[in-house]
């Protein structure tokens, strides 16, 4: 079954969303993920490792991406610490800062200047 036509115009416009959204997204997981790989070498050396260990030598397949465990944990982490939503610069100019750590699951995840920061 066919949905309703759409002209060019709106076709334009939805297809420039999925771009435009899908690049910020992807942008924002990257550099958040960097940023905190970056304070912790030995998070880097970890994800290195299973990097070496999964691909080796060879280019990456579909199959060998399914085996990439702990970088899909960081990827999820990121993205549970700073949602894509949350880290506009409209979300985070009207964010107040926290003024205590917060104990979560026996972990204690720090806050400072309103945003969080954790090691992975």
């Known amino acids: 079954m066919r949905g309703v036509d759409i002209d060019d115009r709106q076709l334009r416009d939805d297809l420039m969303t999925m771009l435009i959204a899908g690049h910020e997204t992807t942008a924002a997981v990257l550099t958040w993920a960097v940023f905190l790989l970056s304070q912790n070498p030995e998070k880097i050396r970890k994800a290195q490792a299973e990097i070496d260990a999964v691909l080796g030598q060879g280019p990456p397949t579909y199959e060998s991406m399914k085996n990439l465990e702990y970088i899909r944990l960081i990827v999820v982490e990121v993205l549970r610490l700073y949602p894509h939503h949350l ?6 100019s009207n964010q107040k800062p926290y003024l205590e750590d917060t104990k979560v699951k ?10 969080i920061s954790s090691s992975l």
């Open 87 to 92: 880290c506009s610069s409209d979300a985070l």
């Open 106 to 115: 026996k972990k204690v995840i720090k806050f400072q200047k309103g945003l």
